[in-house]
């Protein structure tokens, strides 16, 4: 079940990006969690980037346990985890709320927060490429495609009423390239694409100006509440905010503990939601390329892992990973440049937060576990 041989057959190249990124994380974190009044004696290794580094390394130590596992024994507890999803995101409605939202488990011993929703995503993903596997022989019936909806549409509904907009989304792209992947239905994957074009355009219109915001409010909150409508304002305070914090950096930056808006408070949720902006204003737009570089070669190696993936289930596995990482570096990246409405998906391993380190970390063990096991047959 697991084999530390196996760690030798991983994808070295993916371990520099992911310090890489840590780093950064780091930097962010540090720059604004410091007493700006005293940055030249502050120490870098501030609480919250003690806390970060020892998400890190249970981060790290779970990847190289799912790296070494192999992945097809997740078959044989994917309803246990399915099930244990569910139960945790029911109970989130029996707690007390943080900042207004039920998203989050308070463990009172330990001080930390847990937050389902990030583990959700993933277990949706092993949940799917489960049952697209043994509904392979039916794949193009339309039974496939509606068991296959109920699997994502509960948790969709339970992440939707904490209310989490973002995470809920996210599962979209996710079954959409999955049920391609999956052979279903051509006209379930067409409907499923126009509906979900049809839905960014209307939001790419409204970000460009071309369609009022205002004025549509009477029509759109038949079907929204106003605050969920109000973010798909273009012009809020943190939609601002972040553009001007891009903007200061200019070409390389302020420098590190160097930002006066970031650093100075304007910018709302800097070593959070707002890392890219916050980051951006202290290294520039140099600073910034460097990051997407690194996203980007990191998305690339990973859908190598499904080119190379030995059977069925490695490739809907290693495919809707995948687009899970991608949709969050796409939708925080898009949101903090005034492209797309903020709803609080983190950027993968940069966003402070034990809880989306470590999906994210598990995530990625999968891909290699894949990876290291192209070669069986």
């Known amino acids: 079940m697991w084999n530390y041989r196996y760690l030798t057959r991983i994808d ?32 870098f290794f501030t609480p919250l980037v003690r806390s970060q580094l020892q998400w890190f390394f249970i981060g790290s130590l779970l990847y190289l346990f799912m790296a070494g596992f192999d992945y097809n024994k997740l078959r044989e507890w994917t309803w246990i985890f399915y099930g244990i999803m569910i139960l945790a995101l ?16 308070r463990i009172p011993l330990i001080g930390i927060s847990i937050q389902p929703s990030e583990y959700a995503k993933l277990i949706v ?8 596997e043994r509904r392979a022989s039916k794949s193009s019936s339309l039974s496939t495609a509606f068991m296959g909806g109920i699997i994502v549409g509960i948790p969709f509904i339970l992440i939707l009423k904490q209310p989490d907009l973002g995470t809920a ?35 790419a219109l409204i970000f460009l100006g071309v369609l009022p915001h205002e004025e549509l409010r009477p029509y759109a909150t038949l079907f929204l ?7 798909l304002d273009p012009n809020t305070h943190h939609q601002k905010t972040a553009a001007t914090a ?48 690194i996203f980007y070669a990191l998305i690339y190696f990973s859908f190598q892992v499904t080119a190379v ?69």
């Open 309 to 377: 993936a030995k059977d069925h289930f490695g490739r809907l596995l290693s495919a809707g990973i995948t687009v899970y990482l991608a949709m969050h570096i796409l939708v925080n990246i898009g949101m903090m440049s005034g492209f797309l409405p903020i709803t609080g998906v983190p950027l993968v391993l940069i966003t402070y937060g034990g809880s989306s380190v470590l999906s994210t970390m598990a995530a990625l063990g999968i891909l290699q576990s894949i990876y290291s096991r192209r070669f069986m047959f």
């Open 12 to 43: 070295f190249r993916v371990i520099p990006l992911l310090l890489g990124l840590m780093l950064i994380s780091l930097l962010v974190i540090s720059s604004h969690t410091a007493h700006h009044n005293e940055l030249q004696a502050e120490s």
């Open 246 to 293: 891009i903007a200061l950096g200019g070409l390389t930056g302020t420098g590190w503990r160097k930002s006066e808006y970031a650093g100075g408070g304007w910018l709302p949720t800097p070593y959070t939601d707002s890392v890219f902006p916050a980051f951006g204003e202290e290294f520039g737009f140099i600073g910034l390329l460097l990051v997407m570089v």
């Open 169 to 203: 989304l996210v599962l979209f792209p996710i079954t959409l390239v999955m049920f391609y992947f999956g052979d279903l239905h051509p006209l379930v994957v067409k409907g499923l694409t126009i509906a979900g074009g049809i839905a960014l355009v209307f939001i």
């Open 225 to 231: 509440k106003n605050y969920q409508f109000d973010r």
């Open 90 to 105: 029911i109970g989130l409605f029996f707690t007390d709320g943080i900042q207004r939202v039920q998203r989050w488990y």
């Open 125 to 132: 993903v092993i949940a799917l490429s489960w049952f697209l």
